[in-house]
């Protein structure tokens, strides 16, 4: 298994190398390409680590993922055990708490702790599905039509401006309206209005990069249209796709937790922190923690994979730093 | 007493790398009425000491200086609400890239007015009508419409007329020209020139024209001062510098001028002005310098007597044509 | 100037029949037939099917049902609520200053914080009070809103029993809705505290919606400062001897106002977002509860419409700010 992944990562080496490779051809100063590749890795670090926010960002995402992955291990009781003679237990150190449930208990006496852990898997999981389907279908869509340009270009835009036009949450919403509540059915339909984004970024970067020489030189060299677009322009354009991407995937953690709080996303009783709040509702005056500690989950997420997203954005391309 | 007297000036500028000395002991004079050329290669901290003079720098940077006095005012020592007084009235300055000086936001008109109205006491009308004259005499057409005109609508050298206007609107005693015409196309730099030179002479102006090409040199200023570096590296009366350069580095910049070149290739100065982290020992100019020895590597040099243009250097050229 | 706004007003047209037809096409991917929902658990005989079908049209070919249903729009029929049988575009307009009192307090409260604070920023740049402004800011920025709502709800109305918990003005008052803004309502009617209590009531909301626009405009307002601090023409406006209050307040400002009103544009998709989950916390009767409360009724008509109305809204704004975008920005008016 770690050789095949070795060797996965060694093809995609070749791959970026070619690309390098074809980019080196212009630059004067010849540089292997994997050494090339470490230093480029090793600048963009430097200006990374400049950032102590960014940092901290990283050190509490990587934490969360950890917590995410070790939750049935670490976690000390099962997400959806019922302890029927300890509902509503504060946290340990108030009045009345029970060292056995940290974060005390909510109204059908569910270890919270427990909860938030598993909660982290759905999160991290949402993030990385939304992503996934909305930076594909953004790239490929962006791509097209920064490619092709014409009539083509004018129809897929026109469309990405009809999802814009909804408030995004809105637009969830109903998407999750027709096809019915559900983490699944929330997480396409968040996708779905994300994507565009993408698509926009994509269009524009691609035609920025499509007149430069290192692209007509490829076509001269006979690239067909596909390795044009995926080969040639595709990695030049990286740059602003990642920090959208990582904006996004906070995006999709609040959205999702959003549409479990209206009730659309996630159903009880899984615990997703937006909708372990929309049970929590009712006893806020009652019971602060069952409140306060799933939103502070939520938050420290998002702020974490934010603060990383701007640190990345200072690093990729100073250009954008202006935002 | 000269107008504008600043002895030993130096700039530091705090950086992430620490303190970086971009203007080291600088002294300039200038009279009433006097045409003063401060020249350099950009790095050379010719811009910088001026912007130190005109309160225009960012909070980074330290200025000492022994003497910095405006008509025997010090200008260190004032209040900054007193130095805004004099700022854009007695002294005035214009910069580089006229388009990116004016505010694209407002109308050009509004820009000229504002500082009649900041130092003259003017009502609006008045400051109008002064505004439309200040306009006219520096040589733009329909003056009446191009006051509400923004400035994306003007051409470069229109912009640089209007940053003229618009700096010697409170009729200055000194004004200071920071590469005035490097932005601009070849036949608009002369019209600037002859129009600064004119305004300079109507008004009995001084004009500290800062610039890094000497054939704007040769046509405009009366004395010179090299810069290098921070540093100044020669001080001389334009004649004698173009005829008898003291100092290895006016001899090279002389040298690189297309109209002065002997072979058919025109000579270059190798290297760049140093800067933070390569900063050598001893003379600064050594490592660009044909003449360079030992002593040039080690101890730094001192400035020559006046007749030999106070060059910054141990053998400075051409001791015969000083003492002729 | 007109024929920049009519540009601007022609390239909006494509977007907003592609609005109508995603509310058109939205009835029709439903799961379920549209008249067997209208009847309800009750069911329906064939007679009477067949006649409704008629009476909607639903017998004909998409595209005149289509043409038939744009045609409406044209008219103002926006369809008829299943819940309380009225016409939604009268219920979307009874609604909507509610929604609108409060993003209009939501944006001033962003605005009057996040401007000053973003300048301040800038001017003190890499100052604790910078440091301790931009993390402020990406916190409000990362927060999810329903959570800061129910936090502030426990804070202010349980402990320390300061602001109401929901709905816009306490019961005890009864007056006329003139103008649907309640504070003015409040004030017009005359009557003691109440005006107190419209205020009172629209505390927490306002903080709660406007969170996320104001980290973002605060942000905004800083690095647009920061980048216009650094240009020529604010070293022009110094050399000219002018105060710096005047040189950052109006040279410098004037200039970096211009993408921040771009991005207050864009805020107002995140306030109709927010507003349906702003409202849904402290039962504000707005259109975005209104929203909600129709998809979990099930009441497609009233979601059709009002997706409609709320994005050809949006699109108004946005058309709006463009315009202003170009009044204030001399390079786009004049060309």
């Keep these: 298994m770690a050789e095949r992944l070795k060797a996965d990562s060694k093809g995609q080496d070749a791959q970026t190398a070619a690309t390098t490779a074809e980019t080196a051809a212009l630059n004067p100063a010849k540089l292997s390409a994997s050494q090339a590749r470490m230093q480029m890795l090793r600048e963009f670090w430097h200006y990374f680590a400049e950032s102590r926010g960014a940092v901290i960002g990283l050190v509490v995402f990587v934490l969360l993922v950890v917590v995410a992955l070790l939750a049935p291990v670490i976690a000390p009781h099962a997400p959806n055990q019922q302890y029927r003679d300890a509902l509503l237990t504060p946290p340990f150190w108030s009045e009345g708490g029970n060292a056995a449930f940290i974060l005390g208990t909510d109204a059908v006496g569910r270890d919270i702790l427990s909860r938030l852990m598993h909660g982290a898997r759905f999160s991290l999981f949402i993030g990385v599905v939304v992503v996934s389907i909305a930076l594909t279908g953004g790239i490929l869509i962006g791509l097209i039509a920064g490619y092709f340009r014409g009539w083509v270009d004018s129809v897929i835009m026109r469309v990405m401006d009809i999802i814009l036009a909804f408030p995004s949450l809105l637009l969830a919403l109903v998407l999750v309206a027709i096809l019915g509540p559900g983490l699944t059915n929330a997480m396409i339909a968040i996708a779905l209005v994300l994507q565009p984004h993408f698509a926009r970024l994509t269009r524009a970067a691609v035609m920025s990069e499509i007149n430069r020489e290192y692209v007509i030189s490829a076509r001269v060299a006979g690239a067909g249209h596909l390795r044009l677009m995926f080969v040639t322009i595709l990695p030049n354009c990286l740059a602003p796709l990642i920090v959208q991407a990582t904006l996004s995937f906070s995006t999709a953690i609040l959205d999702a937790a959003a549409l479990g709080f209206l009730g659309m996303g996630a159903q009880p009783p899984t615990p997703e922190w937006g909708t372990m709040l929309a049970e929590a509702r009712e006893f806020i005056l009652r019971a602060w923690w069952v409140v306060t500690f799933p939103g502070l989950a939520i938050l420290i997420t998002v702020l974490a994979i934010n603060l990383v997203g701007d640190g990345l954005r200072d690093a990729l391309d100073p250009k954008l730093k202006r935002s | ?324 | 100037m007109l024929r920049f706004f009519f540009s601007k007003l022609f390239l909006i047209v494509p977007t907003f029949i592609g609005i109508t037809v995603v509310a058109f096409g939205f009835v029709r991917v439903l799961p379920g037939d549209p008249i067997l929902l209208l009847a309800g658990e009750r069911g329906m005989d064939p007679d009477r099917y067949a006649a409704l079908q008629q009476q909607f049209g639903y017998d004909q070919p998409m595209f005149i049902q289509y043409f038939n249903y744009v045609l409406g729009l044209l008219q103002g029929d926006f369809g008829t609520s299943i819940s309380t049988k009225r016409d939604v575009l009268g219920e979307f307009l009874t609604l909507f200053p509610a929604t609108l009192e409060l993003a209009i307090f939501a944006i001033i409260f962003a605005l009057v914080i996040g401007i000053p604070a973003g300048i301040f920023a800038a001017l003190k740049r890499g100052s604790v009070f910078d440091q301790v402004t931009m993390g402020a800011a990406l916190t409000g920025y990362s927060m999810p809103i329903f959570w800061w709502g129910l936090l502030l709800i426990i804070l202010f109305s349980g402990v320390l029993g300061w602001t109401p918990v929901s709905g816009r003005i306490s019961l005890l008052y009864f007056f006329p809705q003139v103008t649907g803004f309640m504070t003015i309502d409040s004030l017009l009617s005359g009557q003691k505290g109440a005006f107190q209590s419209a205020v009172s009531h629209l505390i927490l909301p306002t903080i709660v919606l406007g969170t996320i626009p104001l980290a973002v405009i605060a942000r905004q307002t800083r690095s647009a400062m920061l980048e216009v601090l650094g240009e020529d023409y604010v070293r022009t406006a110094r050399a000219k001897g002018l105060a710096p209050r005047r040189v950052v307040g109006l040279h410098a400002l004037r200039n970096a106002m211009i993408p921040v009103i771009t991005t207050i544009g864009l805020q107002v998709g995140v306030l109709m977002a927010g507003a349906i989950l702003t409202e849904t916390i402290f039962s504000w009767p707005g259109i975005g509860k209104w929203m909600v409360d129709s998809i979990s009724r099930r009441d497609y008509p009233v979601v059709q419409g009002g997706l409609v109305l709320i994005a050809g809204l949006v699109m108004l704004v946005n058309l709006t700010v463009d315009v202003l975008y170009g009044l204030i920005n001399p390079r786009i008016r004049h060309r």
């Design chain 2, 1 to 324: 007493m000269a107008l504008l007297e600043l002895r030993n000036l130096s700039v530091t500028f705090d950086t992430a790398s620490g303190p970086f000395k971009a203007v080291d002991g600088v002294d300039i004079s200038v009279d009433t009425g006097e045409i003063l050329a401060i020249v350099g290669e950009s790095g050379s901290g010719k811009s910088v000491a001026m912007l130190a003079l005109m309160g225009l720098l960012p909070n980074t940077a330290t200025v000492t200086a022994d003497v910095l006095t405006f008509e025997g005012k010090d200008m260190l020592k004032m209040p900054r609400r007193d130095q805004r007084k004099i700022i854009g009235k007695e002294i005035a300055m214009i910069f580089q890239e006229p388009i990116a000086s004016l505010n694209p936001c407002f109308t050009v008109g509004f820009q000229i007015t504002e500082v009649l109205r900041q130092h003259m006491g003017m009502d609006r009308g008045k400051a109008k009508t002064r505004a439309v004259d200040l306009l006219k005499t520096v040589g733009i057409p329909e003056p009446e419409r191009r006051m509400s005109a923004f400035p994306h609508q003007l051409s470069g050298g229109m912009s640089q007329r209007v940053m003229i206007a618009m700096a010697t609107a409170c009729q200055p005693k000194l004004l200071i020209a920071d590469e005035p015409t490097t932005a601009l196309d070849v036949t608009i730099q002369a019209q600037i020139l002859d129009l600064l030179r004119d305004l300079q002479r109507d008004h009995g102006m001084g004009l500290i024209l800062i610039t890094h090409d000497m054939g704007v040199v040769a046509e405009t200023a009366e004395r010179v001062v090299v810069q290098y570096a921070g540093q100044q590296v020669e001080r001389q009366h334009v004649k004698g510098l173009f005829r008898t350069p003291h100092h290895p580095y006016t001899s090279a910049l002389l040298d690189a001028l297309p109209d002065r070149a002997t072979g058919d290739r025109l000579p270059s100065i190798p290297g760049v002005v140093p800067g933070q982290g390569d900063r050598p020992e001893g003379c600064l100019f050594n490592p660009r310098c044909a003449f360079a020895d030992d002593t040039c590597r080690k101890v730094v040099p001192p400035h020559q007597s006046d007749e030999l243009g106070q060059a910054l250097c141990h053998y400075p050229l051409n001791r015969k044509g000083a003492a002729a």
